[in-house]
């Protein structure tokens, strides 16, 4: 005899992909199963709730994603608040599908979506995803430290091409609003220079960075840069295009080959710019992302349990908790000024 579901559980991940979301798939589907729920994969983000668009997660189809790197149900950056008639679609999806309860993972854009949610009465629970590792309300989102481990892979191999050629190499990374990304990396893989959203600086101020660097005896340099950097001085942020997604952010990108072309006419070194990009997000994720993902996730199905509904999971001093949704979306998490500081020692 078959016993009577709980109730459904939808699931849905939003925005970037990310390393580690096909571990968090799966630990929901393997907890749910064990308390009693049925749990119904909502496709590509907020555009599934939009569209009605759904497939049935069982203990079968997500045999083997562990290792897998991206999401197997897909992404998008679709906006439902932006048009009314969006908002009332979802709403109307989520009754229609009999979806019971909703796990939103993503970052502050798709979060947002949740808190609305959670508004209109919506049995919501927050996951927090971002490669940035921008959420405040959580000491680290998973997917940070296997993006942090790809650009520390490429600025090893990037010395060895940078002594041979007694070059300056520029290299982009990640980091839209805050530099974690670049200030791990870079500090893990000993970067000569280490330039993030939190501290603007000019370009005569890096060029004397390097400078300084060379004159001691090395002739070449690894400088790494988020991709919202600004230089300080009236120099505009770098885009490829002034296109706005629909949560109203520009696409960046560019900043690198700026900085390369800027170092090597003031500076008068040969410098090369390098855009790790998408590679960042890509691949099978760390294990301690495996692991982040999937403690994560247990936790996000034990609230649904419990009726803690418009909670965020979070990690906090190593321990799993949750916070309200609300208030881990006041404001962005920064790089902690202590690092910023550490990462300045080994500069130049």
Not at 46 to 71: D, H, Q, Y
Not at 184 to 204: R, S, V, Y
Not at 248 to 253: A, T
Request: aromatic share 6%.
């Amino acid at each position: 005899m078959t016993k009577e579901s709980k109730g459904t559980i939808g699931i849905l991940t939003g925005g970037g992909d990310c390393p580690g979301l096909n571990a968090v798939i799966r630990a929901v589907v393997r907890r749910a199963d064990a308390l009693g729920y049925k749990v119904l994969g909502i496709k590509n983000g907020w555009w599934g709730l939009v569209n009605g668009v759904g497939e049935p997660l069982t203990l079968a189809s997500i045999r083997g994603i562990l290792p897998r790197g991206g999401t197997i149900l897909g992404t998008s950056r679709t906006n439902p608040l932006k048009q009314e008639e969006d908002k009332k679609k979802v709403l109307a999806n989520l009754k229609k599908m009999k979806i019971d309860y909703l796990i939103a993972v993503g970052g502050e854009d798709t979060l947002g979506v949740a808190k609305y949610l959670v508004t209109e009465g919506v049995n919501v629970v927050g996951v927090p995803k971002t490669i940035d590792n921008d959420v405040e309300g959580t000491d680290q989102t998973f997917g940070f430290d296997t993006a942090v481990s790809i650009v520390t892979e490429a600025i090893d191999r990037l010395h060895t091409t940078a002594e041979s050629h007694q070059r300056v190499i520029v290299v982009e990374v990640m980091g839209r609003h805050t530099g974690w990304i670049a200030t791990m990396a870079g500090l893990a893989g000993g970067a000569d220079c280490i330039l993030i959203p939190e501290e603007p600086k000019t370009i005569d101020e890096i060029c004397d960075t390097l400078k300084k660097r060379h004159a001691r005896g090395p002739q070449f340099s690894i400088v790494v840069v988020a991709e919202g950097f600004k230089l300080a001085g009236g120099y505009q942020e770098a885009t490829k295009d002034q296109k706005l997604d629909q949560f109203g952010h520009v696409r960046l990108g560019g900043i690198g080959e700026i900085l390369a072309e800027e170092i090597e006419d003031r500076a008068g070194f040969e410098t090369r710019s390098t855009v790790l990009g998408h590679i960042q997000r890509g691949g099978s994720p760390t294990a301690y992302d495996r692991v982040l993902g999937i403690r994560y996730w247990v936790r996000a199905v034990d609230l649904i349990e419990q009726g803690k509904f418009g909670s965020m999971v979070c990690l906090h001093g190593g321990k799993i908790t949750d916070m309200p949704i609300s208030k881990a979306l006041k404001k962005l998490k920064y790089v902690d000024t202590e690092l910023v500081r550490t990462a300045e020692i080994f500069c130049g």
